[in-house]
């Protein structure tokens, strides 16, 4: 069955990806503040993108410094991330408010957050007028990573070590379970969607599930796969 959104839904549709916490720095101040709205832009050479309202204080001093950093949260930030939201820079030094640490950049000057999976400093490149949004081009000049969480690409291994993502109002989930693609393809060149082992994992998967379901019903089956994630 599928249902009609309104155009304003495709934002959400488009997350999840990993929210970022954007630090910035200008004349001895500091501001912090999540954007769920990034993205890659270019891989030669490298840029990324932060849609942001102008009127917002992030993008004042970006504009004003040239530069921001992208802090990416797991879990164990999940109430900072929100709080941060919640409550405009102008008059309250928000990293102070949250109790959350920092350590220096590399390159830029925007402070970088203690106890977040990754860090990416950015040199603005240029600012763009779509909407409502301003988006930020910017050259990530320095890229870290804790290497639990990161190598290549997110290892996902715990729910600790994962990025948190944004999917609207105060919700936000962890990415996991990792899912690796192995391509089959029949005599015809045609995609195999699901070999022998795959189909017989199914099925007890699917048999687990409907046992669990006929012992505890529908709501206990709910409730104990809440409790499990």
């Not at 890229?143 to 290549?152: C, K, L, R, S």
């Not at 393809?185 to 046992?211: I, K, Q, S, Y």
Request: net charge negative; aromatic share 6%; glycine share 8%.
């Amino acid at each position: 069955m599928r249902r009609l959104c309104d155009p304003a839904d495709a934002r959400r549709l488009l997350n999840p990806g990993p929210v970022g916490i954007i630090t910035t720095a200008w004349r001895g101040n500091v501001n912090a503040a999540p954007v769920a709205w990034m993205t890659p832009l270019s891989i030669d050479p490298p840029r990324i993108g932060a849609a942001i309202a102008p009127e917002r204080h992030t993008a004042t001093m970006i504009r004003f410094s040239g530069a921001f950093a992208i802090n990416i949260p797991g879990p164990a930030l999940l109430k900072h991330t929100a709080f941060l939201g919640s409550l405009s820079g102008l008059e309250t030094n928000k990293l102070e408010a949250a109790g959350l640490e920092t350590f220096r950049p590399l390159l830029i000057d925007a402070p970088l957050i203690e106890g977040c999976l990754a860090w990416i400093e950015c040199l603005v490149e240029d600012a763009i007028k779509i909407g409502d949004h301003t988006l930020f081009v910017a050259d990530p000049v320095k890229v870290q990573a804790d290497d639990e969480a990161y190598a290549g690409r997110w290892l996902l291994q715990s729910r600790e070590k994962s990025p948190l993502t944004y999917i609207g109002g105060r919700h936000y989930a962890v990415i996991g379970d990792l899912l690796e693609a192995a391509i089959t393809v029949d005599e015809h060149g045609a995609l195999v969607t699901e070999t022998p082992e795959e189909r017989e994992a199914r099925l007890e998967r699917e048999a687990r599930e409907a046992e669990l379901r006929r012992l505890e019903g529908d709501e206990g089956y709910r409730q104990r796969l809440q409790r499990e994630s």
